[in-house]
């Protein structure tokens, strides 16, 4: 049963426009959400992440928005570059218990 | 300040082989997380140490998995014997207690 969910496999944006990247969760425990950027042969880096008590994070060029009532929450980016071209986790917890992963967007930045 | 070190990069053996891997956390970090990730999928929690305790093994096969943490820093995992369905890449992160968690760059095994 996968309780993190990420439903658009892939995703392509022209350079400098903004990135959209959405993940839904079916756990109302879960309390803590992150998102990682993974390129190829690499593992996953950390890009920024959200405690349920705040509905917005900002780190830089990075925004996550967190929708508690809709289990939702959305990486914002712009302007979007080639070198964000790469796969993209959400992932979550709750409790202090193990991190779920979704299963990843491919997101293809277009010069 | 040096990321999570794993070891090897890449390995190749034959089904019914042992095979291990090797992990170096971040210095200072207490949590050490085992993943495996297949193909288009995100990564699966296998075992999560604090300290040397392993306090969640419950997705860890262990029938033919292993895993273990001398000392509370380094860990290694080891399949014996490996199967064709063990090809995935193998993730290891450290993190200070239950907070964000930092991965090592992987070890992609494949089981001919």
């Known amino acids: 049963d996968q309780q993190v969910k990420q439903n658009s496999p892939s995703l392509s944006v022209q350079e400098g426009r903004i990135s959209i990247l959405n993940c839904d969760y079916t756990?109302?425990?879960?309390?803590?959400f992150l998102w990682y950027k993974k390129y190829p042969a690499e593992g996953p880096t950390f890009l920024i992440s959200?405690?349920?008590?705040?509905d917005k994070n900002e780190d830089g060029r990075f925004t996550v928005f967190l929708n508690k009532s809709a289990k939702h929450l959305s990486l914002h980016f712009v302007p979007s570059q080639p070198g964000d071209s790469a796969v993209y986790f959400c992932?979550?917890?709750?409790?202090?218990?193990?991190?779920?992963f979704g299963t990843g967007t491919s997101l293809t930045v277009i010069p | 300040e040096a990321g999570v070190v794993q070891s090897p990069r890449y390995k190749i053996i034959e089904k019914k082989q042992p095979v291990a891997f090797w992990c170096n956390p971040i210095?200072?970090?207490?949590?050490l997380y085992w993943y495996r990730q297949n193909l288009g999928q995100g990564p699966e929690l296998l075992i999560r140490?604090?300290?040397?305790?392993?306090?969640?093994d419950s997705q860890l096969p262990k029938d033919r998995f292993s895993a273990e943490r001398l000392k509370g820093v380094d860990s290694t995992l080891k399949i014996q014997p490996a199967e064709l369905g063990d090809s995935a890449v193998y993730l290891c992160?450290?993190?200070?207690?239950?907070?964000?968690?930092?991965f090592g760059p992987g070890t992609r095994l494949l089981v001919l």
């Open positions: 756990n109302s425990m879960f309390d803590y």
């Open positions: 992932a979550a917890s709750g409790s202090g218990n193990q991190f779920y």
């Open positions: 140490y604090e300290n040397e305790e392993a306090v969640d």
């Open positions: 210095s200072g970090h207490n949590t």
């Open positions: 959200i405690s349920s008590i705040k």
């Open positions: 992160a450290s993190s200070f207690g239950l907070e964000t968690q930092y």
